[in-house]
Protein backbone atom coordinates (compact mmCIF):
# COMPACT_ATOMS: atom_id res chain seq x y z
CA UNK A 1 0.00 0.00 0.00
CA UNK A 2 0.93 3.53 -0.87
CA UNK A 3 1.62 6.66 1.38
CA UNK A 4 -1.77 8.06 1.96
CA UNK A 5 -2.90 11.50 0.71
CA UNK A 6 -4.30 14.16 2.02
CA UNK A 7 -4.95 15.00 5.54
CA UNK A 8 -3.97 11.83 6.04
CA UNK A 9 -0.36 12.74 5.20
CA UNK A 10 -0.52 15.51 8.04
CA UNK A 11 1.97 14.35 10.72
CA UNK A 12 0.71 13.58 13.86
CA UNK A 13 -3.01 13.51 12.00
CA UNK A 14 -4.22 10.11 13.74
CA UNK A 15 -2.63 11.03 17.14
CA UNK A 16 -5.79 12.53 18.28
CA UNK A 17 -8.79 10.35 19.98
CA UNK A 18 -12.18 11.36 19.43
CA UNK A 19 -15.81 10.59 20.72
CA UNK A 20 -19.07 9.90 19.48
CA UNK A 21 -22.77 9.92 20.89
CA UNK A 22 -24.47 7.53 18.87
CA UNK A 23 -28.00 7.53 17.17
CA UNK A 24 -28.65 5.44 20.49
CA UNK A 25 -27.77 8.44 22.67
CA UNK A 26 -24.95 6.50 24.47
CA UNK A 27 -21.15 7.84 23.99
CA UNK A 28 -18.56 6.03 22.66
CA UNK A 29 -14.54 6.34 22.72
CA UNK A 30 -12.53 7.45 22.77
CA UNK A 31 -11.54 6.09 19.07
CA UNK A 32 -8.95 7.21 16.57
CA UNK A 33 -9.88 8.99 13.44
CA UNK A 34 -9.26 5.57 11.15
CA UNK A 35 -11.63 3.62 13.44
CA UNK A 36 -13.89 6.16 12.82
CA UNK A 37 -13.09 6.50 9.00
CA UNK A 38 -14.52 2.51 9.48
CA UNK A 39 -17.39 3.43 10.91
CA UNK A 40 -18.32 6.30 8.68
CA UNK A 41 -17.58 3.91 5.62
CA UNK A 42 -20.02 1.45 7.67
CA UNK A 43 -22.44 4.39 7.76
CA UNK A 44 -22.58 3.32 11.56
CA UNK A 45 -22.12 6.96 11.83
CA UNK A 46 -22.79 10.18 9.52
CA UNK A 47 -22.03 13.66 9.33
CA UNK A 48 -23.96 15.19 11.97
CA UNK A 49 -22.89 12.74 14.46
CA UNK A 50 -22.07 14.70 17.37
CA UNK A 51 -18.29 14.49 18.39
CA UNK A 52 -16.02 15.32 20.70
CA UNK A 53 -12.07 15.83 20.10
CA UNK A 54 -9.89 15.10 23.23
CA UNK A 55 -9.38 18.40 24.89
CA UNK A 56 -12.07 19.98 23.14
CA UNK A 57 -14.87 21.31 25.49
CA UNK A 58 -17.94 21.35 22.82
CA UNK A 59 -19.48 18.46 21.43
CA UNK A 60 -19.82 19.24 17.31
CA UNK A 61 -20.86 17.30 14.39
CA UNK A 62 -18.72 14.98 12.45
CA UNK A 63 -19.11 17.01 9.28
CA UNK A 64 -17.46 20.00 11.29
CA UNK A 65 -13.89 18.69 11.44
CA UNK A 66 -11.80 18.84 8.41
CA UNK A 67 -10.19 15.45 8.72
CA UNK A 68 -13.44 13.53 7.98
CA UNK A 69 -15.25 16.17 5.08
CA UNK A 70 -14.01 14.46 2.65
CA UNK A 71 -14.81 11.05 3.29
CA UNK A 72 -18.14 12.33 4.70
CA UNK A 73 -19.17 14.15 1.13
CA UNK A 74 -18.58 11.34 -0.80
CA UNK A 75 -20.77 9.32 1.32
CA UNK A 76 -23.64 12.03 1.26
CA UNK A 77 -26.48 11.19 -0.57
CA UNK A 78 -26.59 12.42 -4.72
CA UNK A 79 -30.30 13.36 -3.64
CA UNK A 80 -31.68 15.99 -0.85
CA UNK A 81 -33.62 14.59 1.79
CA UNK A 82 -36.70 16.22 2.51
CA UNK A 83 -37.88 16.77 6.10
CA UNK A 84 -36.07 17.51 9.40
CA UNK A 85 -32.91 15.89 10.30
CA UNK A 86 -33.75 13.82 13.16
CA UNK A 87 -31.57 13.19 16.13
CA UNK A 88 -32.16 10.51 18.35
CA UNK A 89 -33.62 12.02 22.06
CA UNK A 90 -30.91 11.12 24.66
CA UNK A 91 -33.08 9.17 27.45
CA UNK A 92 -34.32 11.11 30.49
CA UNK A 93 -35.33 9.77 33.87
CA UNK A 94 -39.08 9.67 34.01
CA UNK A 95 -40.28 11.87 37.15
CA UNK A 96 -43.59 9.78 37.36
CA UNK A 97 -41.61 6.57 37.81
CA UNK A 98 -39.54 8.35 40.54
CA UNK A 99 -42.32 9.29 42.40
CA UNK A 100 -43.83 6.18 42.10
CA UNK A 101 -40.00 4.83 43.89
CA UNK A 102 -40.57 7.99 46.55
CA UNK A 103 -44.13 6.96 47.36
CA UNK A 104 -43.21 3.07 47.55
CA UNK A 105 -40.23 4.11 49.96
CA UNK A 106 -42.75 5.96 51.89
CA UNK A 107 -45.60 4.06 52.01
CA UNK A 108 -43.06 1.32 53.50
CA UNK A 109 -41.77 3.06 55.37
CA UNK A 110 -43.16 5.94 57.79
CA UNK A 111 -46.80 5.58 56.26
CA UNK A 112 -47.13 2.21 57.95
CA UNK A 113 -46.98 3.99 61.49
CA UNK A 114 -50.10 5.65 60.55
CA UNK A 115 -52.88 5.27 58.63
CA UNK A 116 -50.99 1.92 56.78
CA UNK A 117 -49.53 3.56 54.29
CA UNK A 118 -52.54 4.83 52.85
CA UNK A 119 -52.03 7.90 50.67
CA UNK A 120 -48.75 6.84 50.04
CA UNK A 121 -49.39 3.49 48.51
CA UNK A 122 -52.68 4.43 46.48
CA UNK A 123 -50.03 7.69 44.58
CA UNK A 124 -47.24 5.22 44.40
CA UNK A 125 -49.75 2.87 42.68
CA UNK A 126 -50.92 5.35 40.27
CA UNK A 127 -47.32 7.19 39.71
CA UNK A 128 -45.56 4.08 39.00
CA UNK A 129 -48.02 2.81 36.40
CA UNK A 130 -48.95 6.17 34.92
CA UNK A 131 -44.49 6.13 34.29
CA UNK A 132 -44.86 2.38 32.83
CA UNK A 133 -47.95 3.70 30.34
CA UNK A 134 -45.33 6.80 29.36
CA UNK A 135 -42.11 4.76 29.06
CA UNK A 136 -44.16 1.90 27.08
CA UNK A 137 -44.69 4.95 24.78
CA UNK A 138 -41.34 6.57 24.24
CA UNK A 139 -38.74 3.66 25.20
CA UNK A 140 -36.34 6.13 23.67
CA UNK A 141 -36.93 9.29 25.14
CA UNK A 142 -37.39 8.10 28.84
CA UNK A 143 -35.73 5.69 30.67
CA UNK A 144 -36.79 4.64 34.45
CA UNK A 145 -38.73 1.48 34.02
CA UNK A 146 -36.86 -0.14 37.24
CA UNK A 147 -37.77 2.78 39.10
CA UNK A 148 -41.10 2.58 38.34
CA UNK A 149 -41.54 -1.40 38.85
CA UNK A 150 -39.68 -1.56 42.52
CA UNK A 151 -42.19 1.78 43.16
CA UNK A 152 -45.27 -0.35 42.18
CA UNK A 153 -43.45 -3.46 44.09
CA UNK A 154 -43.65 -1.19 47.01
CA UNK A 155 -46.36 0.15 47.03
CA UNK A 156 -48.67 -3.03 46.25
CA UNK A 157 -46.43 -4.52 49.66
CA UNK A 158 -47.49 -2.02 51.66
CA UNK A 159 -51.00 -2.20 50.53
CA UNK A 160 -50.63 -6.30 51.21
CA UNK A 161 -49.25 -5.46 54.46
CA UNK A 162 -52.04 -2.70 55.68
CA UNK A 163 -54.89 -5.39 54.96
CA UNK A 164 -53.03 -7.91 57.11
CA UNK A 165 -52.22 -5.75 59.97
CA UNK A 166 -55.89 -4.41 60.11
CA UNK A 167 -57.40 -7.64 59.79
CA UNK A 168 -55.34 -9.10 62.34
CA UNK A 169 -56.41 -5.64 64.59
CA UNK A 170 -59.82 -6.92 63.77
CA UNK A 171 -59.45 -9.95 65.02
CA UNK A 172 -57.73 -9.30 67.99
CA UNK A 173 -60.87 -6.93 68.95
CA UNK A 174 -63.74 -8.75 67.52
CA UNK A 175 -65.14 -9.43 71.22
CA UNK A 176 -64.39 -5.73 71.56
CA UNK A 177 -66.11 -5.10 68.82
CA UNK A 178 -69.07 -7.49 69.09
CA UNK A 179 -69.99 -5.96 72.71
CA UNK A 180 -69.94 -2.01 71.09
CA UNK A 181 -72.86 -3.72 67.87
CA UNK A 182 -74.90 -5.15 70.90
CA UNK A 183 -75.13 -1.64 72.74
CA UNK A 184 -75.91 0.02 69.51
Not at 62 to 67: D, G, N, P, S
Not at 94 to 117: E, P
Not at 145 to 160: F, K
Not at 161 to 171: K, S, T, V
Request: overall charge positive; charged content about 15%; some cysteine.
Amino acid sequence: MGRKSGFNSLPGYNKFMYRIIGADGREYGPVGADQLREWIAEGRVDAQTKALVEGAALWKPLVEYLEFAPLLARMAPTQPTSGPISATPVPRANSMAVAGLVMGILSMTCGMCCCYGLPFNLLGVIFSLIALGQIRHEPLAQKGRPLAIAGLVLSILSIGLAACMLAFGLALNAPDIMRQIQRL
